[in-house]
């Protein structure tokens, strides 16, 4: 179930992604597709970065987001697609924070 919070988040975050690629910025999209077990953001939480690392909006609640805004400007560089897996038994997931219990993968694409 989606609460009007996680709505908002995700309309903000796409329609400031909207005005970076309008005003003719490099943008990326940063999705949560699936969760296990606690995770801090539901599916279809989303996170929009612009070029100059910029972020609007959410995918784990502070904790993975710096990893995800590398993977996303490096992207933009190459384009493409990714999918990235985080969770407790993952020495890159305590490393940015991610102890709640679950996982979390996030998909991330370039807007074009």
Known sequence: M??????????DALA???DWKQAGKSVAI??????????????GSQLAIDEAGNMVGSVSGGCVEGAVIQEALSLMQSGGT?????????DQ???V??????KIRIFIETVN
């Open 2 to 11: 989606t609460s009007s919070l996680d709505q908002a988040l995700r309309d």
């Open 16 to 18: 400031t992604a909207l």
């Open 30 to 43: 940063a999705t949560v597709i699936q969760t296990w077990g606690s995770a801090p953001r539901p599916v």
């Open 82 to 90: 990714k999918s990235l897996e985080f969770g407790v038994s993952d």
């Open 93 to 95: 997931a305590w490393e």
């Open 97 to 102: 924070g991610l102890a709640c219990g679950g």
